[in-house]
């Protein structure tokens, strides 16, 4: 921001008036001295009647009140163009200030928007890392649905079996295609959850959606992971073998 950079005023603009009536007075008095007075008269000045004052009176400080005049109005020029000045400048460092502040906004705007980015990526992460958990734990090695085998009668079994991949996003996408493929298992439909596991699968439908729904929120990094790992697909499925399961209980089945 610019700050107003005025020239100070003359403090010494009476000096020159002054001179040229102190310069016009002794002009005026001198000619009043060297003046050829009348005969009858031993001095100028002795000799001048009360209209003769007047006449040099006017005469000798007429130019003075006007040289005066002058440079007052020149002196109220000056001052006016001054505060035209100073107002020009005020007005440019408002707008200035207004500028800058509003840039601050807009830096404050972007920083509270980063950290709410970072909030969403965050909440993301740790729904991801949910999900993993109930997966890992309770769901990949267990066999906690229940299908129809060749044989036509009912029969346990788990998605993939044996131990889930050791990291998380391989885990998440592995249980996610090994439910997607159900029919690869020998099983077949209607396919319903153990009611023991019943909670642990809404659980993990839960967060699904949550991590589904701050990535469509945020976009960017965590729309793209959510696409990657499959978790619509995750989602579908899992709604699926719910409703299934919950038609099937309501109808007495287990």
């Given at each position: 921001m610019s700050e107003?950079?005025?020239k ?5 603009w009476?000096?020159?008036p002054?001179?040229l009536?102190i310069?016009?007075l002794?002009?005026g008095v001198?000619?009043?001295?060297f ?6 008269c031993?001095?100028?000045?002795s000799?001048l009647t009360l209209d003769?004052?007047?006449t040099y009176?006017s ?7 006007f040289i ?12 006016l163009k001054a505060?035209?000045?100073e107002l020009q400048e005020?007005?440019?460092v ?9 840039t601050?906004?807009?830096i ?7 950290r709410?980015?970072d909030?969403k990526?965050?909440?993301f992460?740790?729904?991801l890392s ?8 309770r769901l990949f090695s267990?066999?906690?649905?229940i299908g ?7 029969g346990?079994f ?11 996003d ?7 295609r090994?439910?997607?493929?159900i029919?690869?298992r020998g ?5 319903r959850i ?6 642990s699968v809404?659980?993990?439908l839960?967060v699904?959606?949550a991590a589904v729904?701050?990535a469509?929120?945020?976009?960017g990094?965590?729309r793209?992971e959510?696409s990657?790992?499959g978790?619509e ?6 709604e699926?073998?719910l409703?299934?399961?919950a038609?099937?209980v309501?109808?007495?089945?287990v």
């Amino acid at each position: 921001m610019s700050e107003i950079n005025i020239k100070p005023r003359n403090s010494y603009w009476w000096v020159l008036p002054l001179l040229l009536s102190i310069a016009w007075l002794t002009v005026g008095v001198g000619l009043g001295f060297f003046a050829h007075p009348p005969a009858s008269c031993t001095g100028t000045f002795s000799c001048l009647t009360l209209d003769g004052w007047g006449t040099y009176l006017s005469g000798a400080f007429a130019p003075l009140a006007f040289i005066w005049l002058v440079l007052s109005v020149r002196i109220q020029s000056a001052e006016l163009k001054a505060q035209q000045q100073e107002l020009q400048e005020s007005r440019k460092v408002m707008k200035e200030q207004a500028d800058f502040i509003g840039t601050q906004t807009r830096i404050l705007e972007d920083q509270e928007k980063a950290r709410e980015r970072d909030r969403k990526v965050s909440e993301f992460q740790d729904c991801l890392s949910a999900l993993y958990g109930v997966i890992r734990v309770r769901l990949f090695s267990s066999a906690f649905l229940i299908g129809v085998t060749s044989s036509g009668g009912d029969g346990e079994f788990n998605l993939a079996g044996g131990q889930p991949p050791p990291t998380r996003d391989e885990c998440i996408s592995a249980f996610m295609r090994s439910l997607g493929n159900i029919a690869g298992r020998g099983m077949r439909e209607p396919i319903r959850i153990k009611p023991e596991f019943i909670g642990s699968v809404e659980e993990a439908l839960t967060v699904a959606r949550a991590a589904v729904d701050i990535a469509e929120l945020t976009g960017g990094l965590p729309r793209y992971e959510a696409s990657r790992l499959g978790l619509e697909q995750l989602i579908s499925d899992l709604e699926r073998i719910l409703q299934t399961t919950a038609e099937l209980v309501g109808g007495r089945k287990v």
